[in-house]
């Protein structure tokens, strides 16, 4: 593992990402495994180079490895890298080590969606920058930023426990990559129907019950744990009204395949 570049400490983001205990689950959860799979399936046949960036303890990577000729992962959490079996870099998506075109396919996963609006531009500036023919993009689809708000205990502040900024739909994915062009895409993962806004400014507003995470870090405060969930019964009450009427039920995850126009 090499550290080529200082990530910057925003609102605790290492804090949050260096807990040792996020990462190097050998069981993926059946979720995770699905994930995992449609991803490796997206890749185009006839890739050499691989660069996957936000790569976390290397559930992707690592597999990988006996795929392509050359394989990279970077990552801002040392303490997820040490669970890679590749080349690695402590480094920023904002900021990637590389030349350009350095990687045939840059594969990016469950990291935009992490990023504010100027890191999001920046992330994809870079991606765009040291990939030569094709950029891998997945994130949650048609996210409910407000849904997995939770509270913190000390300072109150409330935030996106898993610290997401970015919602992405299918719209927003037909322009993401500078320079390049989406030539496939495709959702996957559980189908759900989602919450409704009115739902969760019950849960939160009159039932005072939101999103628990025992390992979100407070952006505010640096608080770890948030409050636990209450009066869950009739949260789980304001949740089943959601089939009534029946309504579109929607995938976890958005993938796109984008290749150098
Ligand atoms: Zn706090």
């Not at 050998?26 to 979720?31: F, T, V």
């Not at 890749?43 to 050359?70: F, K, M, Q, S, Y």
């Not at 994915?173 to 390049?180: I, K, T, W």
Request: net charge neutral.
């Amino acid at each position: 593992m090499s550290r080529d570049v200082v990530p910057d400490e925003r609102d605790g983001a290492l804090r949050y990402y260096d807990q040792a205990d996020l990462w190097g689950d050998d069981e993926l959860s059946a979720m995770e495994r699905e994930r995992v799979a449609e991803t490796l399936a997206a890749i185009p046949d006839g890739v050499a180079t691989v660069l996957d960036v936000g790569c976390g303890d290397g559930r992707l990577t690592n597999r990988l490895v006996a795929r392509h000729e050359r394989v990279v992962g970077v990552d801002i959490a040392a303490e997820a890298l040490r669970h890679v079996a590749a080349e690695t870099h402590v480094a920023p998506v904002t900021a990637l080590p590389f030349e350009d075109r350095a990687f045939e396919l840059v594969l990016c996963t469950e990291v935009l969606e992490h990023l504010d609006d100027e890191q999001l531009a920046c992330a994809l500036r870079e991606l765009s920058r040291v990939a030569s023919r094709f950029v891998l993009v997945s994130v949650p689809f048609e996210e409910s930023l407000a849904n997995a708000e939770g509270r913190c205990p000390d300072c109150r502040a409330t935030f996106h426990v898993f610290r997401h900024h970015q919602r992405f739909d299918a719209a927003r994915l037909a322009q993401l990559v500078p320079g390049f062009s989406l030539a496939r895409w495709s959702t996957f993962g559980p189908a759900f129907l989602p919450p409704r806004p009115l739902d969760v400014w019950i849960q939160h507003r009159l039932l005072g019950s939101w999103h628990h995470s025992a390992a979100a870090v407070c952006p505010r405060c640096g608080h770890r744990g948030t409050e636990p969930s209450r009066r869950r019964a009739l949260a789980r009450g304001v949740r089943a009204t959601r089939r009534l009427p029946p309504g579109r039920r929607k995938r976890q995850w958005l993938l796109a395949l984008y290749a150098r126009a």
